[in-house]
């Protein structure tokens, strides 16, 4: 069939876009962790087998099957082999403790779970029975790493003999793929319904607008409990026929190594995970030819971060863009030639097939330049939240516009700017304040490597700006110092009244700033 026709139609479902890359890949290594080296080939075998000992267990078209361990190849192959039995996959945030975990257990209705018990690591089996929290729809447990229970070669020797080429080819483009859970920065999770066909079509576009190839190494930082880690991280490489390196955790000094022993060409992370690489590097530009390609998302990417990157790693090239689970991880994007200022400023067009608006508070379009709430329509938009008719019906309105709770601009030229969440606006005497429009002024300064501004309330005004500032490296940031700047550098109803200093800002774990945290620690403190 044609290269050229849509991934989502060339390829059906995520299991068939497998064997097509082992068709054109099949000897080159897919994976390499550690010391495991498994090729395309080796790759789809394992699936398969994956696919034939979830059958043996039981598990069917539609069941849900869950996995909750850190990045590591036995991920990508329970993934794969979910896809493959036409079950829908359930990634766990590996941040959760046991009561965590055992809800959205029970809100997906898991019936099995793929996880680890690490000496090294963490023992997620015994957090589970930890939290004595019933999950009567979880049958059983399988073991991807560690011992004490049931392992990994163990399960998959029981599906011998059974046949998985059948259900492989009978999982249609318009079957669930997977539930991701919302990352609970703003409430209670909820699980966004994805397809296999839309999943294909937004990440193989994703890939050719990134600029992707099958030549590349790419380092996956991003947890791939995460779209930014599954999507766009390994299932984006298998759609080129990349090489993952996947990344157990978002050590800066590891990663720095890895850079250049594994001649990594394209790395993942946040903008607070890139300062913290920074932070901890003096390696020379010449030291890593390979690395070309810096992919981020979930926060602003400074402009003088994005030159120090191109400085120090020798980056040719940085990508950010929008997304969020609901609308299976992205909506916009810029290709990877636009320049650093329009990078830092702005994050993406709407993909191909997606449309992008801005309205009011009373539902009308804004102009280009004003802001408002961000709406999203297109193939990219969940099936809706699994179980939860009213929050689908909340999210989704009756022309299928996804409205996302994020307040932006689009210029002219429809490039989007992201501004702050509605819920994190605050009014000083009258006078909406935007955190991200202040947070943006101070990351100017060269001594502050990350800042969140949260509204706490004031007697005389309402409320007042609060900003919690990292400072830069070794840098020394002093609070009145910095406060004069403010001043000089702000409107005065923008001007934060009270700054602390911290170590480290409250994130989770794809590094977006958790505000709700410090909310929490404002209320505690009695400010």
């Known amino acids: 069939m044609d290269e050229g026709i849509r991934a989502d139609l060339r390829h059906g479902t995520i299991s068939k876009m497998l064997d097509r890359m082992v068709q054109k890949y099949g000897h080159q290594t897919a994976i390499e962790d550690g010391n495991t080296r498994i090729s395309y080939f080796e790759l789809s075998f394992g699936a398969r087998r994956m696919t034939a000992a979830l059958l043996a267990a039981g598990i069917r078209p539609g069941d849900r099957v869950a996995i909750w361990a850190p990045n590591c190849w036995e991920w990508i192959y329970a993934a794969l082999g979910i896809h493959g039995a036409g079950a829908v996959l359930v990634p766990l945030n590996t941040h959760y403790k046991g009561i965590e975990a055992a809800t959205i257990l029970n809100q997906s209705a898991a019936r099995l779970l793929f996880t680890v018990r690490d000496s090294t690591g963490t023992d997620y089996p015994a957090l589970l029975a930890a939290a004595k929290s019933e999950c009567p729809a979880l049958e059983r447990t399988i073991l991807l790493r560690g011992d004490h229970g049931q392992s990994l070669d163990d399960f998959i020797a029981l599906g011998d003999g059974h046949d998985a080429d059948r259900v492989w080819a009978s999982v249609r483009p318009e079957d669930p793929c ?27 576009d994703w890939a050719n607008i990134v600029g992707l190839t099958s030549d590349d190494r790419y380092l996956v930082v991003a947890p791939f409990f995460h779209c930014f880690g599954y999507k766009a991280g390994w299932l984006a490489a298998l759609l080129t026929g990349a090489t993952i390196l996947p990344q157990r955790e978002d050590d800066a000094v590891q990663v720095l190594k890895r850079l250049g022993t594994d001649q990594v060409t394209v790395l993942s992370g946040s903008p ?7 932070a901890h590097s003096d390696v020379a530009t010449d030291a890593l030819p390979s690395l070309r390609l810096a992919v981020t998302g979930t926060a602003v990417m400074p402009a003088r971060l994005i030159l120090r990157l191109r ?13 969020l689970t609901e609308a299976c991880g992205i909506a916009t994007l810029y290709r990877h030639d636009h320049n650093d200022e329009t990078i830092a400023r702005h994050c993406g067009l709407p ?8 309205v009011d508070g009373e539902g009308a379009r804004c102009r280009p330049g004003e802001p408002g709430e961000i709406l999203v329509r297109g193939y990219n938009v969940m099936s809706g939240f699994l179980d939860d008719e009213e929050a689908t019906a909340a999210a989704i309105d009756a022309q299928g516009w996804l409205h996302t709770g994020d307040i932006g601009v689009l210029s002219e030229l429809g490039d989007l700017r992201v501004t702050d969440r509605l819920k994190d606006l605050f009014v000083v005497d009258g006078s909406n304040v935007s955190p991200a429009e202040i947070e943006s002024i101070l990351l100017c300064r060269e001594d502050i490597a990350q ?13 007042v700006g609060m900003a919690f500032v990292v400072p830069s490296g070794t840098r020394f940031v002093d609070e009145l110092e910095l406060g004069d700047w403010c001043r ?7 001007v934060p009244r009270r700054i602390e200093v911290v170590d480290a800002l409250p994130t989770n774990a794809t590094g977006e700033i958790t505000k709700f945290v410090l909310r929490e620690w404002v209320s505690r403190r009695g400010i």
């Open 311 to 323: 400085k120090t790693l020798g980056l040719r090239a940085i990508v950010t863009g929008y997304g």
């Open 488 to 494: 000089s550098n702000m409107a005065n109803f923008k």
């Open 272 to 278: 607070a995970f890139y300062e913290d690489l920074l």
């Open 451 to 463: 800042v969140a501004v949260i509204g706490v309330p004031d007697d005389r005004l309402g409320e």
């Open 351 to 358: 993909i191909p097939g997606v449309e992008v608006c801005i």
């Open 178 to 204: 997977d539930v991701l859970f919302t990352s609970g920065t703003t409430g209670a999770p909820r699980g966004a319904v994805c397809h296999h066909a839309q999943t294909l079509r937004a990440y193989s």
